[in-house]
Each structure stands twice: as structure tokens, then as C-alpha cells.
């Protein structure tokens, strides 16, 4: 019978795990097709395709262009092998990033000892609905690897925090090594925010068990095996920097993060604004900084702050504190600041689930699960209408509210919802009390956030990808640099059978878009004046005011290769429509155009072995 009642009481436990594991394996697969699907319909940008032709070059020698090195030694890397055996695209320029985002999605499960079953899986959802991180894990951003490379060393130091198991120790170094040296520029910064969460934890701990627990692990820190951990990590730099030191000058891609890093003190980003991490996080994760700065407060007020929280808290401050101090922090560096809100939401999330500290008597288990989809649902029309009621103002001709370019059936309906809004929740709270109704209204409001959120990721990323009025990328990569490479390929077909060794002359950096455009063409050559384009059969230039002399006669196409959008043309009554569907009373105008100039021999079909003659 003692057998029998253990193993009934285990059953539920199994049960549990198995659902669990069922979630993860659920948000693995969403991670993976949400970052994998249309990779390779989105062009590079100008940062992406630096870090590609870096590692092109090296992957296939005959690639025309002078060597460039790299920013990122660990992408770097990750770039030269799928070069080498996929070749090289869109796709496989991002491949391996957008695996390290599904990845880094699932990492809260390193930390179910610490968090909760619970809590670690909420957290893995959150993740999974971010919008930053679906961005920057699909735009092959290094970031990526960073801010794994720090979660997986945190699970390391705490291992060896629990076991003083030497080998646990020395991952946490070569963690830390990878983070300084090998992923990022900004990883440094990273570093700084980890550890002085870390120290700010330990120093608001309020608790003696917490004190003593901060005792104990500055006397492992003491002794931590340097020993062994600083040539583990010596070593694994050195192989990584110089691709298993078959590229001995890979070690300069060290220098050059460094040179980023301290770089980055005083130059920001190309189209970046001021604390544009923060402006990322405002706009694009409103539920998460809601959420997450309000519920830091309330634990804080109910004396439920462990040490968990407090480190998010401390990773957070310094999050937006490097955000405004730190000029080269880009979009992708929101993250910063994304994961510790995350956090903080999760552990918000797990309160509102266990449901109030006491319940009425006469209040059901299910009442917040129905306050919750109601509230979906007046979030819904909200939203419908809002939209509505937003491409309405903006046909105004002068940016005014006037009554005559008002919806009034959208205006009604915001209205009503917002009414049906604040007294719905009096009347739940009525009925079911008002701690039944404040969870019901909020876990709607989380839901309904983190699906919109998903798909204003989603558009950011690919269907809107070339909308510079998207304020992730102000300056956006147009999708006729496909064009290009399409009329180049059709060049190709008929002049050399399809075989890439027609001669280009081209007049752009070595190490940008145009770059990675003509990376597969070994006939083609870079040069630096228009002199040097002369009497060449085809030449791509950049647009000029009049058409530059090439000596001849010629035959033009031009193609649009970035697009920028200026945001002081938006207006206040613009704001919503703008947030929530990115129309503006302005369009986007092209920033770089290069013109295929052909000369018209070639144009009429006259093979290059005759004229060549």
C-alpha cells in the first residue's frame, strides 16, 4: 500500500514534467520558424553585410575586394563554415544567429532551480513574444551571441557556487572571455551590467540568510581556479579569433572589437538616435516595461523582492543607464534591457496566475479566465478602432484635429470601449472582488500585448523590413538590391553562359552593401573615381546630378539600394498611426542609389571577346 501511495503521488509530478516539456518543445518549434522562415527574402544591411563579405572573403579567395577585419571574431567564425559548406546568401549569412535566438529563448530553463518551474517557462513565453529579440535574432546581429554566452556563464557560476566543481568555474571564464573577446563590441558593456547586477543584489540583500549567503560566495570567488580557467579561455579565444588557426591574422578581429568598444564611448551608430535602446524599448515592448517597472514596484512595496528580482532590478537600472551613456549602442542593444523587464514580468505574471492571497467565498477559480478574455476582447476593438480613427487623422492637410476628417463611428467605438474598459473592471470587481478582477483585466492586457507584440516584431523584421518609416531601422535596405543581383545574374547568363566572370567595375566602399552584392563576381573591381570607370563595359556608380562621362555611349538603370525617412515630419495627430501601422504623412525617400551603366555595345549584344579585342 506505501507503494502504491508514493507512486500515485508521483503521477502528478510526471504529469507536470511531461506538459512542461511539451511547452518547451512547443516554443522551440515557434522559435525556430518564426526566425527562420523568409530569411533570405530580406536583404542585409549595411552592418550585416560588412560582417558577411569579412568572412566571404576569406571563405572564397577569388571574392574581388581587399580583406576586411571583422568586428566580431566569433561570427566571424560562424560566418566562414557556412560560407564554406552552404554557400553564401541571405540565408546562410543569418542561419546560425537565428539558432542562437531560439536558443537564448529557451535559456530561462538553465535557471529552474532559481526561479520555479513555473516562473522559468513564463519567462521562455516572454521571450518567445519579444519583438526585439525576434529582430535581432533574425538580423544575424552578434548581440545574440553575447547575451548567450552571459546567460550560459551565469548558469556556470552558479553551479559552481553550489557544487565547487572546478569545471563549472572554468566555463563561467571561458564564458566571460567569449563575452569580452570574441562576440561584440558592446560585450564588454554587457559584462559591466551582469556583474554590477550581481553586486547590486548582493548589496540590497536585506535578509542574514541572504547576508550569510553572499559570505559564502565571496569565499568561492576567492577561490576560484584561475589556474585553470584563464589559459581554458586564452585558449579558446585564440582558436575561435583564427578559425582553428588556419587565419593566424584573425587575431586583429581581438583589436578591432576592442577598438569598437572604446569606439563606441563617443560614436554612435549611422541612423541611431539618442538612448535608442530605450527608444527601441518604449516602442516596441510597452507591456514588457508596464509590466516589469510596475511590478518591480509593487513586490518591492510587499516586501517580496528575493534576490532574483533584485538583480534584474540592478541589470535593468544599468541597462538604461549605459543606454544613455553609451553612444554606439544600436536597436539590437535593447535587449539590454528587454531580458531584466522579461524577468521581472515573469515573476509579475506568476503572481497573477496563483490568484489573490484570499478569495472570497463566493468567487470561482475561473472568474480571472473569463475577466481575461473579455478583456481581449474589448483590447481588440480598442485596437480596430484606434487604427480606424488614426488613418482618418491622418488625411488631414495640416496635421489638425478637425471634426470633418474624424471617423465618428471609430470615435464612438474608442469610446465605448474605453468606458466598457474601466467600468467593466468596477463591476467584476463587484461581483468577484476587487483582487479577482485587477488579475483578470491585467493577464488580459499581458496577452493581448504579447500577441500584437509578436506580429509588430514580425512586420518589423520582414514585412516591413524596407519601411524606413519602421523605427528600428531608419535607414532601410530596399528590396531592388535583389533586382540587382537578378539583372547581373541575367548579364551573366547571356554573355558567359551563366558563369559569374563577367567584368564589373565598381565605384563603392569595399565593405558595404554593393560589396556583398558583387561577391561573387572575381571580374569584378573596385575603384575610387569615376576616371577609372572609363570605357569599362560595365560599370556600376552611384547616382549623380548629371551623367558622368564614361567615354562613350551608354545605357542606364538605376536601382534604389537604401531609403531613409525623416521623423521630424511627424506630427503629434500622427503618433498612433504611426505606432500602430507605421503610415505617415510622408513617405520614405531614397538615400543611396548606384546606376548599371552598360556600355552600348555590350547592350546590344556584342560579346565581350569582340570588344575586348
Known amino acids: 500500500m506505501a507503494d502504491e501511495s508514493r507512486h500515485e503521488a508521483a503521477q502528478p509530478w510526471r504529469a507536470a514534467v511531461t506538459l512542461e516539456l511539451a511547452i518547451y518543445i512547443g516554443l522551440l518549434l515557434a522559435a525556430l520558424v518564426l526566425r527562420v522562415a523568409e530569411l533570405d527574402t530580406v536583404p542585409l544591411t549595411d552592418a550585416e553585410a560588412r560582417r558577411a563579405v569579412a568572412a566571404w572573403r576569406f571563405a572564397w579567395p577569388d571574392a574581388p575586394g581587399a580583406d576586411i577585419t571583422p568586428d566580431s571574431p566569433l561570427l566571424f567564425l560562424l560566418h566562414s563554415l557556412s560560407f564554406s559548406t552552404l554557400g553564401g546568401s541571405e540565408f546562410t549569412a543569418r542561419f546560425l544567429t537565428a539558432l542562437a535566438g531560439a536558443a537564448l529563448v529557451l535559456s530561462p530553463a538553465l535557471f529552474r532551480d532559481v526561479l520555479g518551474r513555473v516562473r522559468a517557462l513564463v519567462f521562455s513565453v516572454l521571450l518567445a513574444f519579444s519583438p526585439v529579440l525576434l529582430v535581432t535574432s533574425r538580423s544575424g546581429s552578434p548581440v545574440i551571441w553575447s547575451l548567450l554566452a552571459g546567460a550560459v556563464g551565469l548558469w556556470a557560476l552558479r553551479r559552481y557556487w553550489e557544487t565547487r566543481q572546478n569545471g563549472t568555474a572554468v566555463l563561467a571564464t571561458i564564458c566571460l572571455g567569449a563575452l569580452l573577446l570574441l562576440t561584440d563590441p558592446t560585450g564588454p558593456v554587457l559584462a559591466l551590467m551582469l556583474l554590477g547586477g550581481l553586486l547590486f543584489a548582493a548589496w540590497t540583500a536585506r535578509s542574514d540568510d541572504e547576508g550569510q549567503d553572499m559570505a559564502a560566495a565571496w569565499e568561492r570567488l576567492r577561490n576560484w581556479p584561475w589556474s585553470g580557467g584563464l589559459p581554458a579561455a586564452a585558449l579558446v579565444v585564440v582558436v575561435v579569433s583564427t578559425l582553428f588557426l588556419a587565419y593566424p591574422e584573425g587575431l586583429n578581429a581581438v583589436s578591432a572589437l576592442l577598438s569598437g568598444a572604446a569606439r563606441g564611448l563617443t560614436t554612435p551608430q549611422p541612423g541611431t538616435y539618442a538612448a535608442f535602446p530605450v527608444v527601441i524599448t518604449l516602442f516596441y515592448e510597452p507591456a514588457l516595461v508596464l509590466f516589469g517597472v510596475g511590478g518591480a514596484w509593487w513586490l518591492a512595496r510587499s516586501g517580496r523582492f528575493s534576490f532574483v528580482e533584485r538583480f534584474f532590478l540592478g541589470w535593468l537600472i544599468l541597462g538604461a543607464a549605459a543606454s544613455l551613456i553609451y553612444a554606439g549602442a544600436g536597436a539590437e542593444q535593447a535587449l539590454w534591457l528587454t531580458l531584466p523587464l522579461a524577468g521581472l514580468t515573469a515573476r509579475v505574471a506568476v503572481e497573477l496566475l496563483r ?259
Open 355 to 613: 490568484g489573490p492571497d484570499r478569495m472570497l467565498w463566493y468567487t470561482p477559480g475561473w472568474a480571472k479566465w473569463v475577466l481575461a478574455v473579455i478583456m481581449v476582447g474589448l483590447l481588440f476593438v480598442l485596437a480596430v478602432h484606434t487604427q480606424a480613427l488614426g488613418r482618418a487623422l491622418l488625411k488631414s492637410p495640416d496635421g489638425t484635429v478637425q471634426l470633418g476628417q474624424v471617423d465618428a463611428r471609430s470615435a464612438v467605438w474608442v469610446l465605448v470601449g474605453m468606458l466598457f474598459v474601466f467600468a467593466g473592471y468596477f463591476m467584476a470587481a463587484s461581483l468577484w472582488g476587487a483582487g479577482t478582477a485587477g488579475r483578470g483585466w491585467a493577464l488580459g492586457l499581458l496577452g493581448f500585448s504579447l500577441v500584437t507584440s509578436l506580429g509588430s516584431g514580425w512586420n518589423a523584421a520582414v514585412f516591413r523590413s524596407e519601411n524606413p518609416a519602421e523605427l528600428w531601422h531608419p535607414t532601410a535596405t530596399s528590396r531592388e538590391t535583389a533586382l540587382l543581383r537578378q539583372t547581373l545574374a541575367e548579364l551573366a547568363q547571356r554573355e558567359t553562359g551563366g558563369f559569374p566572370q563577367i567584368p564589373i567595375t565598381v565605384l563603392a566602399p569595399e565593405d558595404g552593401l554593393v560589396a556583398w552584392l558583387v561577391r561573387d563576381y572575381p571580374n569584378a573591381r573596385f575603384v575610387r573615381d569615376v576616371g577609372a570607370a572609363r570605357g569599362q563595359g560595365i560599370v556600376l556608380l552611384p547616382e549623380y546630378a548629371e551623367p558622368p562621362n564614361l567615354g562613350g555611349s551608354y545605357v542606364g538603370q538605376r536601382f534604389i539600394i537604401t531609403t531613409g525617412w525623416n521623423p521630424a515630419a511627424l506630427r503629434p495627430v500622427d503618433f498612433p498611426t504611426w505606432w500602430l501601422q507605421r503610415q505617415t504623412r510622408t513617405a520614405g525617400a531614397p538615400v543611396e542609389r548606384m546606376i548599371l551603366w552598360l556600355r552600348q555595345d555590350i547592350y546590344n549584344g556584342v560579346p565581350f571577346d569582340e570588344f575586348a579585342q
